[in-house]
């Protein structure tokens, strides 16, 4: 099975500007979740889609939203952006969750805001 | 604050030796996983411990679980440079929000 694929790899933005980072979980896969990695905070969890609704949201502000396609695809966006938000931006999948089943990563979105 | 805590936070050593990193979190949990991380790239999925299980093998890796003391541990046995990498522990809480939260990372160095 192909890997979880994020798109784009790269992205450089204006402070003010929005953003749409784009997920595809590995096939079969339900559940999509996505991180905000910057060396100073770690890995945080934003949100996660299951079956097209959110079931869960991490503590960001609402300028970062997403949403989940009935093919399981995943998108984040994140508006009026701002310098703090220059980080990687991590995507993984899983079959279900809850289940015991192992979470897979894709290679990850790096935003860069000037 | 994370829910996971890997300790120590870096950690040097020379080829052919073994590396033990270790992982404490807070709340009770489903299951358990450990990652590899090179240099900010996306994470690789490297061992899933339940929380019945209390000790896992994959290759030079093995995992260890102690529930009762909210504690995981990671040994790499005869590192290599490639091993160099930053690894970071997962939980997977029972408080029924179904996500997973990171611990802070330990970055491996693996000196030729």
């Known amino acids: 099975k192909a890997g979880v694929t994020q798109t784009p790899r790269y992205l450089i933005k204006t402070r003010g500007q929005q953003v749409t980072l784009s997920c595809s979980p590995i096939s079969g896969h339900r559940s999509v979740s996505w991180y905000q990695q910057t060396p100073g905070q770690g890995l945080q969890f934003l949100f996660e889609?299951?079956?097209?609704?959110?079931?869960n949201k991490g503590n960001f502000p609402g300028r970062f939203s997403g949403r989940q396609f009935s093919n399981s695809r995943s998108e984040m966006n994140v508006s009026t952006l701002e310098l703090g938000d220059s980080a990687l931006y991590l995507c993984?999948?899983?079959?279900?969750?809850?289940?015991?089943?192992?979470?897979?990563f894709g290679p990850g979105t790096r935003l860069t805001v000037t | 604050s994370q829910q996971g805590e890997e300790d120590p936070q870096a950690l040097s050593i020379q080829e052919g030796e073994n590396a033990t990193m270790n992982c404490s979190y807070k709340?009770?949990?489903?299951?358990l996983q450990w990652y590899r991380q090179n240099s900010g790239r996306g994470l690789v999925h490297l061992i899933l411990?339940?929380?019945?299980?209390r000790e896992k093998h994959s290759g030079r890796l093995r995992v260890t679980l102690d529930t009762s003391k909210k504690s995981s541990s990671l040994l790499i046995t005869a590192s290599r440079a490639a091993d160099t990498a930053s690894y970071f522990c997962?939980?997977?809480?029972?408080?029924?929000?179904?996500?997973?939260?990171f611990g802070t990372g330990t970055r491996l160095k693996v000196l030729a």
């Open positions: 889609y299951f079956s097209e609704t959110q079931r």
């Open positions: 997962a939980t997977d809480t029972t408080s029924g929000t179904y996500k997973y939260i």
């Open positions: 411990i339940r929380s019945n299980e």
């Open positions: 993984a999948s899983l079959e279900i969750p809850g289940q015991g089943y192992e979470q897979y």
């Open positions: 709340t009770s949990i489903n299951n």
